[in-house]
């Protein structure tokens, strides 16, 4: 695998109740963790935009360049969703979801059901296969692919977790999107 390989690392800025908007955040990293671009685009909460928005990014000078896609799940901005096969399909690269937890699809189903009533949203869930990948720490991972082998896929992202079991493309996204609700990504220790 190319050392040079480009991932876009996508995951969504923090939310509060009553915010009707949040936003989408694309970290394009080398494999070798270089940073190459930043990008953002605002969704709205429990909205449908969700999936546009990242194809747009994908589409964008720094994005096209991409090789992989790789997503904090598949939910963004509360139940915002995306449907990996369909991006793939659309764009024609790679997509791998990564989650830490093994997802509750029927708890997801139930509130789709209840808050949201998009009946066309439950056919992604049913699309879905969730697998389980195990790191080099023992940690486990758990992953949707599209457009990609189970081989492939478990050794990018054996390649890019560096420390705990979030890959770092993810992991960058995920600061930048803290940063850009509160104006911090970190924890603040008090008194320092």
């Known amino acids: ?5 480009r991932i876009l690392g996508i995951d969504d800025s923090p939310f509060l109740r009553g915010d009707r908007t949040c936003f989408l955040v694309g970290v394009v990293m080398r494999l070798d963790f270089y940073i190459e671009a930043l990008m953002t685009r605002e969704i709205h909460v429990d909205g449908s935009d969700a999936e546009s928005a990242l194809s747009e990014m994908a589409k964008t000078g720094a994005g096209h360049s991409c090789n992989i896609i790789m997503t904090n799940g598949i939910t963004f ?3 915002n969703l995306i449907d990996p096969l369909a991006l793939y399909e ?4 790679p997509v791998i979801t990564v989650t830490a937890k093994s997802p509750d699809l029927e708890s997801i189903r139930a509130a789709i059901i209840k808050y949201i009533g998009n009946e066309s949203v439950l056919k992604v869930l049913d699309s879905l296969a969730i697998e389980e990948v195990v790191l080099r720490s023992g940690g486990k991972l758990y992953i949707n692919r599209a457009g990609i082998t189970a081989v492939d ?4 992202l054996r390649k890019t977790v560096r420390q705990g079991r979030i890959p770092e ?3 960058m996204a995920h600061l930048v999107g803290r940063m850009i609700k509160f104006g911090y990504s970190g924890k603040i220790i008090p008194g320092t």
Do not use: C, D, T
């Open 1 to 5: 695998m190319k050392k040079n390989l």
């Open 77 to 79: 901005g509360g139940f």
């Open 90 to 93: 659309r764009l024609r690269i």
């Open 153 to 156: 896929a478990r050794s990018i």
């Open 169 to 171: 493309p993810i992991r």
